[in-house]
DNA sequence: TTAATAGTTTGCAGTGAGTGCAAGTTTGTT
DNA sequence: AACAAACTTGCACTCACTGCAAACTATTAA
């Protein structure tokens, strides 16, 4: 069978970069090795990531979609919220069983091109769950809430993965759990910008000169 | 002046950088072009911008600096979202005004790869805000909430900045705010995970999306 | 003015990512 | 066995980026 062929080079691939990557850290791991070690040719690496950091990540297709099944044939009554709970608990389970979780999750979360190349390539996801979730909740497709949901899922997904680097013992899902009810019940309640759009405020600190940023 | 010098060469590649990747867009420049309109060696312009990207957004390092001490300045009753929506405003009111001022905040509105690279750079590093904001909160460093605040807002940014695309009307510093609110006054109220720990539910389905995969 | 010196620029050589192409190999089909 | 589709691979190429050492230039001391 083809396809199994296919999904075992992915999965040689992925594995040999993850390996690689926490021997040697991850800028020091060069295609070609990890095209060596999965016996196929440097060219072949490319037929099936895009980039090095694809690989790292070893993020598996097929688990958007049943993400989105998840969404679709989730109980009418769920909430929005915890919908999204439930699908990232499904990953999250799934990553916990293979144990892969803290190996894999440490070493994105230490290197800033894996979390920038996380962070893309979440993004298309999170753009399809958006569009899942806004019609599950019947509301517009440029609501703010139900993008801000399914973006903030991911923002506490790192943040989880973050804080169980320096204090892993508290695991990972415990840590997301705690950030979706944080999310839930509101991230401050004193939330209340005075906008200074003119004067009198002192935190109108003047500008710098090169361009932007 | 060795200091003029300097500045006039590092402006001269960034306008030079600019002004190509307006022509040709973003990613058909090539730095031998950047440093070659700006009568300067290919080596040279490495020793200005560590990568290209930097001389197109022409980053300024003191930004992080800015963010920070505005943090450390803001007066003790603000509360935490409050103080990150100040800091995020400081970004956003730079990128406004560049946007009416100078082709290169048009650019960088214009591309969404961009806007997130200026995003990205503007926070480099995440956390040493988060560790600033759990301090100001009194909190330990391992603070879910604390680094959810910073993480959660840097979502309702990119949300702000995609939702801007389709609905141009809206401007990204008003969604940025709505999204804010939202993230402060809570996310879902209904929210109710029905904790699946052992057995019997129908979701426990391997699954992906936002963590690594 | 001249000579030492410290800061800058540059060429060169090299590594490594990533792409397009065309030829070769495997696998599935008739 | 013959054929086509899918997959792999080598090759040649462009480009980003780095380290090194030579060359250049502004600054300072004598």
Redesign the interface.
């Known amino acids: 069978m083809r396809e199994r062929k296919k999904r075992e080079t992915r999965a040689a691939l992925a594995e040999a970069a993850l390996r690689l990557a926490l021997d040697k850290g991850p800028d020091n791991v060069t295609v070609e090795e990890i095209a060596e070690a999965a016996d196929v040719s440097v060219r072949t690496f490319f037929n099936y990531f895009p980039h090095k950091e694809h690989a790292i990540?070893?993020?598996?297709p097929?688990?958007?979609e049943?993400?989105l099944d998840?969404m679709r044939t989730a109980p009418a009554a769920e909430?929005?919220?915890?919908t999204m709970?439930?699908?990232?608990?499904?990953?999250?389970?799934?990553?916990e069983?293979e144990g892969e979780?803290s190996r894999?999750?440490e070493l994105?979360m230490s290197s800033p091109s894996l979390v920038?190349q996380?962070m893309m390539s979440?993004?298309e996801?999170?753009?399809l769950?958006t569009a899942g979730l806004a019609e599950r909740m019947g509301e517009p497709?440029?609501s703010?809430?139900a993008?801000?949901?399914v973006?903030?899922?991911?923002?506490?997904?790192?943040?989880?993965?973050?804080?169980h680097k320096?204090?892993p013992e508290r695991s990972?899902r415990d840590?997301v759990?705690?950030?979706?009810?944080?999310?839930?019940?509101?991230?401050?309640?004193?939330?209340?910008?005075t906008v200074?759009d003119d004067t009198t405020t002192?935190?109108t600190?003047p500008?710098?000169q090169?361009?932007?940023?």
Chains 1, 2 share one sequence.
């Open positions: 990540l070893g993020r598996n097929e688990h958007l049943r993400a998840r909430s929005p919220l915890t709970w439930f699908v990232v608990d499904d990953v999250l389970r799934d990553l069983r979780l894999r999750g994105i920038y996380l979440s993004f996801d999170e753009r769950l497709g440029g703010v809430r993008a801000l949901i973006s903030a899922s991911g923002a506490a997904c790192r943040v989880a993965m973050e804080l320096t204090a990972v840590l759990a705690e950030g979706f009810h944080v999310l839930a019940d509101g991230l401050d309640p004193g939330f209340a910008p200074p002192n935190h600190m500008e710098e090169e361009g932007p940023s």
